[in-house]
Structure formats: C-alpha cells, structure tokens
C-alpha cells in the first residue's frame, strides 16, 4: 500500500481522544462500557496497590475504599487516608459496613453510570461480602472488573509452611458473656486429623454499634477493636477445655502473624502455651495451627521459633 502524501493526510479525518472527567484518556472499550472495577490493595500500604490498579483508580469517576473486612497497616487514620489520595490523586469515600450493607444498591445504580472503584484491602475476593457485592451487580447487569493483588491467603507462605498443605480457613470471633460460637472447632479437628494446617483470620471490629446503645434505640458506635494471637490462642484452648475431643492442646505447634506484608512484619513460631507470653504489638494479627510438616517446613520453622528471637516477652493487651 502506497503511504499518504503529507498534503494528503491533511484531509483525513482524526477521532477526538476523548476523556473521562477527570482528564485521563480512555480506550474505545472503556467509552463503551462503564464499570465497577473491584480493586485490591495488597498488605501492607498506600504503595502495595498494582500499577494496573493505580490506572483504574485513576481513571474513575468515584472512589470508595471498603473499611470493615481488613485494615491497611495505618488503619483509617486521617493520615493514612490522606497518603493513599496524596499517592492515588483521587478523593476516597470511606465505605464502613452500613454503607456497604445499607447503600450497595446505590453504588451499583453509580457504577452502571459512570466508573466506580471500590477498593479492597488483599485481594477482592479474601472476604464473602465482595463476593455478594459481584453477584449484586450482575443481576442488575452492571459490568465488573476485579483486579487482584496479594491477600492473607498467599502471603501466610512465608512462614514456611507450604500452601498446597492447608486445609479449610477458620475465622475466630470475639466471644461475649453471650455469645461464644465454636464452629471453627470442628474444622481444625478436621484439618489436623488429615495432617494440614489452618489459617485462623482473627476478628476485627471497626464502627460496631453497642448493644447498649441499640436498646435505646440509637446507635453509638464503640472504639475500634482488633483481636490478639493472645486472645485467639486463649479462646481456642477454653473451647477445647469445653469439647475435650484432642483437636489440639498448650503444647500444639502454632505460627503467630502479625502485620503481615508491612515492613515491621512479626513472625515467630512455638506452643500455643509459648506464644500465650509473646507481644505481638500492632494489627492485624493471624494465626497457624501447624499440621504435619516434613523436612523443609522444619527448617523454615526454626528461624522463627520463639527460642531463636530475642526481645519479644510481654503479653498482647486483650
């Protein structure tokens, strides 16, 4: 084919380059299609998010970031907020758990108008209620598009025990006066007699209304609260106290986790009695009930048993 003289490609017509409101350009297919991009953040901070992530947010017209199902390392703290628009270059609405329970609906009729983020610490899909927030939004047709990044799920290898050797994942509530639920009990009973370990997600409470002030017919909110290793490890031996079907015992090789995926990450690996005396400082902690290990997960587990770390006494406040 015979190129286009220069006088020539004067008269040939160009598409605009058309952009979104906030300048960024847009492929033919984001014009076409507007969508609820579902985003992960990773572990550890603002700078964890994919450089993929980073477009989409970029690109989009509204940006909220879900605030209940995990916590990145600076919380929600005014400056913590702050460094993800610094670094983002985009306002965020903080999505608490009323909002996301109360107003999906609202977001979806945004997203099915206009391209909506909703940001995920971990991956999107580490937490059921993502998981509904896409179901949501097919049956009112609005498109989605997730973009993954690291979660709990994968990062927990590097304690050294292999990931294809865990069994189901358990989640362990705060207990009350009232209400003290077991159901993971039987689960880690199942993965151990099969000789794989289990991954307990600790429990987190951010903007949980009182009982007290739900009684009077009003809403008043407590102050954030993160469980402990010290006080899983604890809610798990009373609940075998209780059962008393050997599922584990004090002197059942665990993995205690805390900050996971930040530079000050703590790792150290003991008895469950053994962890009971380590402080494990800041959120967001997790727990490994270790299964059967060979050669290599042993190794891994030396370098961080509590015999082999210095300075760490001292109880987790509960």
């Excluded at 099969?194 to 007290?212: A, F």
């Amino acid at each position: 084919m015979t190129p286009l003289k220069q006088d020539e490609l004067k008269h040939v017509k160009k598409d605009p380059i058309k952009h979104n409101s906030n300048g960024h350009s847009l492929s033919n297919r984001e014009k076409e299609r507007k969508m609820l991009y579902i985003v992960g953040l990773g572990l550890g901070n603002e700078k964890d998010i994919t450089l993929r992530g980073l477009e989409t947010v970029q690109s989009c017209d509204k940006v909220y970031m879900e605030a209940y199902t995990s916590l990145l390392s600076f919380g929600l703290s005014p400056d913590g907020l702050s460094a993800l628009e610094d670094l983002y270059g985009r306002s965020i609405i903080v999505a608490d758990r009323e909002m996301v329970e109360e107003k999906a609906d609202s977001i979806l009729s945004e997203a099915s108008r206009s391209d909506v983020a909703f940001l995920v610490v971990g991956d999107p899909f580490g937490a059921t209620t993502h998981t509904d927030l896409v179901v949501r939004a097919k049956k009112l047709d609005v498109k989605v598009k997730v973009v993954h990044n690291a979660s709990v799920m994968n990062a927990v290898g590097v304690c050294g025990l292999q990931l294809y050797r865990y069994g189901e994942t358990v989640s362990i509530p705060f207990f009350t006066d009232t209400w003290r639920p077991d159901s993971f009990y039987e689960k880690i009973k199942n993965n151990r007699e099969s000789g794989l370990h289990t991954l307990c997600l600790l429990d987190i409470r951010v903007k949980e209304p009182s009982l007290e002030s739900l009684a009077r017919g009003r809403k008043c909110y407590e102050p954030p609260k993160y469980m402990t290793v010290h006080t899983a490890i604890e809610q798990l031996l009373e609940v075998e106290q209780l059962r008393g079907q050997n599922a584990y015992d004090e002197e059942t090789k665990c993995v205690g986790i805390a900050r996971l995926g930040c530079e000050d990450q703590m790792i150290v690996a003991g008895s469950m009695k053994e962890l009971l005396d380590v402080n494990f400082g800041a959120p967001l902690h997790c727990v490994v009930i270790v299964g059967s290990t060979h050669e290599l997960e042993e190794e891994m587990l030396q370098f961080y048993s509590i015999k082999e770390t210095v300075g760490l006494s001292g109880k987790d406040s509960k």
